[in-house]
């Protein structure tokens, strides 16, 4: 059984820009800034295609449906879709800041949960992450600060190294700031509430929509000044949706599934894999590696980030 690899799904951002190029020597559809690379996506609207092989052409949705057992092993979660999506973020600009609803309240507010997690692909010199509140905010202080315009001075920032990786849980304030390379693996939602977009217009030239009440009911007002994630041995992240793990190969080294009855997601951060009928995956490539699917030979110093779920 070989990797399964989907066409790429591109989406234009206002904070984007064109850093897939350079990076990961990606063909862009055209000239607009794009934000968001979307890898392994099973929504309703933005469908991953099998680029080839045997299951060429076909969606992931189509695969998870009809070929769950044979391709992703039994035991998963009973859900209609492809539990997790998978996306690289190139921000040349800073994003909204935002939240996730949590799930206690998602359905109340007309969406879902979405817990995610970063791993910082490359970074400029002082580009930051803004991740949490300050210590001493309140949701009265904060609902001040939106009024005045001050929100950014109220948001915790920090200043993460390239390698280092942080767990965005829904309820937890965030934003992205310029000049970040993100892989982003996250549960399967696109529910997000923006509110504060440094007062800019998006690519159409009006003020994007912002979600106010939303967000100050999504909102964890305790969730003070976190820090970047320290690894637990090879778990960079954990949680009952998802478990993600840094791997790093010397030349030679094999890898293959976490459970040989059980699918992965394999992210290409560095170097370069090779499976056994030769297909190779380089820098930036995604991948579903099936169950019961042979290992895969490092053919350099490569770092992959291996994703599974519980």
């Known amino acids: 059984m070989e990797p399964l690899a989907f066409a790429p799904l591109y989406m234009q951002r206002v904070w984007g820009g064109r850093t897939l190029e350079s990076s990961y020597h ?77 799930a206690d309240i998602a359905p109340s507010l007309g969406g879902d949960p979405k817990t995610e997690m970063w791993y910082i692909a490359d970074a400029d010199p002082g580009a930051k992450l803004y991740v949490g509140l300050k210590k001493g905010t309140t949701r009265e202080s904060f609902e001040a600060a939106l009024e005045d315009g001050s929100v950014a001075e109220v948001v915790h ?86 478990e993600v793990e840094k791997l790093i190969l010397a030349p030679g080294d094999q890898v293959g599934n976490k459970s040989i009855d059980r699918f992965s997601i394999f992210s290409v951060v560095e170097g370069s894999l090779t499976s056994p009928k030769g297909k190779e995956f380089r820098k930036g490539d995604f991948f579903i590696l099936p169950s019961g699917a042979t290992r895969l030979t490092s053919t350099g110093h490569t770092t992959i980030l291996r994703t599974t779920v519980p």
């Not at 934000?35 to 609207?45: A, K, Q, T, V, Y």
């Not at 970040?180 to 217009?201: A, G, K, P």
């Not at 998006?202 to 967000?215: A, F, V, W, Y």
């Not at 820090?227 to 998802?242: H, I, N, Q, S, Y």
Request: aromatic content about 8%; some cysteine; overall charge negative.
């Open 157 to 242: 920032a920090i200043k993460p190294a390239v390698g280092e990786s942080i767990f965005i849980p829904s309820g937890r304030l965030h934003a992205i700031g310029a000049g970040f390379l993100i892989h982003e693996i996250q549960q399967n939602s696109d529910t997000t509430y923006r509110v504060f977009d440094w007062n800019r217009v998006g690519l159409d030239g009006q003020p994007r929509e912002l979600h106010i009440e939303q967000s100050l009911k999504s909102i964890d007002f305790d969730d003070f000044e976190p820090g970047m994630d320290k690894p637990r041995g090879t778990v960079v992240a954990a949680c009952e949706l998802f």
């Open 26 to 102: 990606r063909s862009l559809p055209d000239e607009a800034p794009y934000g968001e690379s979307w890898e392994i996506s099973d929504r309703e609207h933005e469908q991953s295609l099998v680029i080839d092989g045997p299951y060429a052409g076909r969606s992931l949705h189509d695969l998870w449906t009809n070929e769950r057992n044979t391709l992703f092993g039994a035991g998963l979660p009973k859900c209609e879709r492809f539990p997790l999506l998978i996306k690289v973020l190139d921000a040349r600009d800073d994003l909204s800041i935002q939240v996730h609803p949590p």
